[in-house]
């Protein structure tokens, strides 16, 4: 059995007509709706041929749609990248900003996301720009430009709340991942460490440098450390450095993610932010907690 599911952007409305139309036409049971106006599926026992088709048309209303297996999409952990996912930026890019470096490490960062560079060789690059920053930056940038997703705290807490984990696991710094974790409930978080001499950036970061395979290997160690298997993980990142544990994760959703990443993967969020995460494992509105 499937559940297919249809999610509109917070503070928008989700059309009822549309949602019945779809499950008529896919021959579905009837809607049951997660959210009134914003999140609603329907049970059907196949995957439409026409699945890819009907995406890129609720694209151009802005809905999502997401098509899961039903009896294992509720999941015991989570697995979330932190630049442009738990949070709105990508940390090195506001770093860069103060350094007066902005646009060129904002142009390595989106070929490297885009997959049209190697991670750590732009990580290098990137963090070279930044030697003789006063470390103090971290703390300004921190509390003048880094603002949270939308819907991050409830998605960890209802999950915690539901014998749920969460791990922050992130291609940025441990000075921003000590700060977003504690801020946001997560259990634990991995990232590179900025190296600092004498209260200045050295422009390097500690080996070694934790990248796609890094991730990869981070979910099977808390898995492991859990007793859980990679079926009970719940990943999300928009990243290219995300796609091998969005890949191996029961469920990979690529949140907001460049066209790259988004192709590979099967669940896609592009317009719900991510409370979508808990609208897709089957969590009603009302078991929000926060």
Same mark, same amino acid.
């Given at each position: 059995?499937?559940?297919?599911?249809?999610?509109?952007?917070?503070?928008?409305?989700?059309?009822?007509?549309?949602?019945?139309?779809?499950?008529?036409?896919?021959?579905?049971?009837?809607?049951?709706?997660?959210?009134?106006?914003?999140?609603?599926?329907?049970?059907?026992?196949?995957?439409?041929?026409?699945?890819?088709?009907?995406?890129?048309?609720?694209?151009?209303?802005?809905?999502?749609?997401?098509?899961?297996?039903?009896?294992?999409?509720?999941?015991?952990?989570?697995?979330?990248?932190?630049?442009?996912?738990?949070?709105?930026?990508?940390?090195?890019?506001?770093?860069?900003?103060?350094?007066?470096?902005?646009?060129?490490?904002?142009?390595?960062?989106?070929?490297?996301?885009?997959?049209?560079?190697?991670?750590?060789? &732009?990580?290098? %690059?990137? @963090?070279?720009?930044?030697?003789?920053? !006063? $470390?103090?930056?971290?703390?300004?940038? *921190?509390? +003048?430009?880094?603002?949270?997703?939308?819907?991050?705290?409830?998605?960890?807490?209802?999950?915690?709340?539901?014998?749920?984990?969460?791990?922050?696991?992130?291609?940025?710094?441990? &000075?921003?991942? %000590?700060? @977003?974790?504690?801020?946001?409930?997560? !259990? $634990?978080?991995?990232?590179?460490?900025? *190296?600092? +001499?004498?209260?200045?950036?050295?422009?390097?970061?500690?080996?070694?440098?934790?990248?796609?395979?890094?991730?990869?290997?981070?979910?099977?160690?808390?898995?492991?450390?859990?007793?859980?298997?990679?079926?009970? @993980?719940?990943?999300?990142?928009?990243?290219?450095?995300?796609?091998?544990?969005?890949? *191996?994760?029961?469920?990979?959703?690529?949140?907001?993610?460049?066209?790259?990443?988004?192709?590979?993967?099967?669940?896609?969020?592009?317009?719900?932010?991510?409370?979508?995460?808990?609208?897709?494992?089957?969590?009603?509105?009302?078991?929000?907690?926060?």
């Amino acid at each position: 059995m499937f559940t297919a599911l249809l999610l509109s952007a917070p503070g928008t409305r989700l059309d009822p007509q549309l949602a019945e139309n779809l499950r008529s036409a896919w021959g579905g049971a009837p809607l049951d709706w997660l959210a009134p106006g914003e999140a609603v599926e329907f049970g059907m026992p196949e995957v439409p041929s026409n699945r890819w088709d009907v995406w890129a048309e609720l694209q151009k209303s802005g809905v999502d749609l997401v098509i899961q297996k039903t009896e294992t999409r509720r999941k015991k952990m989570l697995l979330a990248d932190m630049d442009s996912t738990m949070i709105e930026q990508e940390c090195i890019d506001e770093l860069a900003a103060e350094a007066g470096v902005g646009e060129r490490v904002a142009e390595i960062t989106k070929r490297a996301m885009n997959g049209e560079l190697d991670f750590e060789g &732009a990580l290098i %690059e990137r @963090v070279g720009l930044l030697e003789d920053l !006063d $470390e103090t930056v971290i703390a300004r940038v *921190l509390e +003048s430009r880094i603002t949270h997703m939308s819907g991050g705290r409830e998605l960890i807490a209802t999950m915690k709340a539901n014998g749920g984990h969460a791990a922050l696991v992130s291609g940025g710094f441990t &000075a921003f991942t %000590e700060k @977003v974790a504690e801020a946001l409930g997560f !259990d $634990e978080h991995r990232a590179n460490t900025l *190296l600092a +001499s004498g209260g200045r950036l050295t422009g390097d970061v500690a080996r070694p440098i934790l990248g796609r395979e890094a991730k990869v290997q981070a979910l099977h160690e808390i898995t492991a450390r859990l007793g859980l298997t990679p079926d009970d @993980v719940i990943a999300v990142g928009d990243g290219a450095n995300d796609l091998g544990m969005l890949g *191996l994760a029961g469920t990979g959703v690529a949140l907001h993610a460049k066209p790259v990443v988004a192709e590979q993967c099967e669940v896609r969020v592009n317009h719900g932010d991510l409370t979508a995460l808990l609208y897709i494992q089957g969590y009603r509105k009302e078991m929000f907690t926060i």
